[in-house]
Nanobody, 127 residues
Framework: QVRLVQSGGGSVQSGGSLRLSCTAS????????MAWFRRAPGKELEGVAS??????TLYAESVKGRFTMSADHANQMYLQMDSLKPEDTAIYSC??????????????????????WGQGTQVTVSS
């Protein structure tokens, strides 16, 4: 059983920075893909950033150039958020999937590609 536990987040003024962390425990060997999603008030869940076993990253257009996702092997992921805007205010959740069939799976911002989810953390950006 894989468990994802998030840390970080909080409140910051526009233009500021925050860093989110997500630690995976359990059986995390094999290939993986991991991602960060967010849900703003009154909006649908949105994929923000993703990374796969090859180290390749994918970002939503709305955060490209401001957010950076990284991973430390298969059990630790981070989201560095710079130049934050009020529209970045949302609950952020990490997600991961692990594969043991010898194949690599590409980064993805689709919720259906992820099996395990973190508990979510609030990020609030004030103007």
């Amino acid at each position: 059983q894989v468990r994802l536990v998030q840390s970080g987040g909080g409140s910051v003024q526009s233009g500021g920075s925050l860093r989110l962390s997500c630690t995976a425990s359990g059986y995390t060997s094999g290939a993986y893909r991991m991602a960060w999603f967010r849900r703003a008030p009154g909006k649908e869940l949105e994929g923000v950033a993703s990374i796969d076993s090859t180290g390749g990253t994918l970002y939503a257009e709305s955060v490209k150039g401001r957010f950076t996702m990284s991973a430390d092997h298969a059990n630790q992921m981070y989201l560095q958020m710079d130049s934050l805007k009020p529209e970045d205010t949302a609950i952020y959740s990490c997600a991961a999937s692990y594969y043991f069939n010898g194949y690599n799976y590409p980064k993805s911002l689709q919720t259906t590609d992820y099996t395990h989810w973190g508990q979510g953390t609030q990020v609030t950006v004030s103007s």
